[in-house]
Each structure stands twice: as C-alpha cells, then as structure tokens.
C-alpha cells in the first residue's frame, strides 16, 4: 500500500514541474537500435521507460538539492525530464533491454529476425 502511495506521489509530482527534454543519441544497425539518454541527477527509482504501440518514452525526476540548504543564487530550478520517440515496426519487443548508470540510459532494442537483412542464396541450374 506504501509503495503505492509513492508512486501515485512522484506521478503527481511529475506533473506538476516543467518538462525538459534530455540529450540523447539514438543508433541503428542491421541488428538493433540503441538509444543513449544523458539524464543527471536522476536516480534510478526515479526514472520510468515505456515501449508502447511502437513509441518509446523516457520520464525521470532528478533529484534536488538538499532541503536543509538555503538557496543564495539558483539557475536550476524544479523540472523533470520527458521524451519519445516513434520507432520503425519490426522490433523484438520481448528482448529489448536498458541499463542504467552514473545518470545514463542505455536501451538496446533488437530487431526481429524478419526485419533483418538476409543473403538468399542462388543455386545454380
């Protein structure tokens, strides 16, 4: 019950901050598509990663300064962070995997065997 009660607190506080874009690179092979999100200050606790109807989103709340500080100067004030991305069909959804460390995502989305490319061999007559 707890547990809930966190998470329906940090979605609300999702909610209710300004919404920032994080940097990232997104690659592609013939075997895979690898996304890099640079999202510092967020623990992992903090962060959510969905893949839905070929659409793959990043929210992610960085933590703030210590409450007992007293602000003297502040450019950075309360946001969270919040992107997504279409992505092509044809990906193994079952497989897809993300790593997280020191504020960088990494999420390897594999293709389908399918969706790569194949030699077809010619035989000759």
Excluded: C
């Excluded at 504020?103 to 399918?114: F, I, N, R, W």
């Amino acid at each position: 019950m707890e547990k809930s009660m966190q998470k329906n607190e940090q979605s609300e506080k999702m909610e209710s901050t300004p919404a920032v874009a994080p940097y990232m690179d997104i690659y592609e092979s013939t075997d895979e598509i690898v996304m890099v999100a640079d999202l510092p200050g967020v623990p992992q606790e903090n962060l959510e990663l969905k893949f839905e109807n070929n659409e793959i989103s990043i929210k992610a709340i960085p933590v703030s300064a210590d409450k007992s500080w007293k602000p003297r100067f502040r450019e950075i004030g309360q946001f969270r962070y919040e992107r997504a991305f279409k992505l092509p069909s044809g990906l193994d959804i079952s497989k897809i995997k993300a790593d997280f460390d020191h504020g960088v995502l990494k999420v390897v989305m594999p293709k389908s065997e399918s969706e790569k490319p194949h030699t077809i061999k010619i035989n000759r007559r």
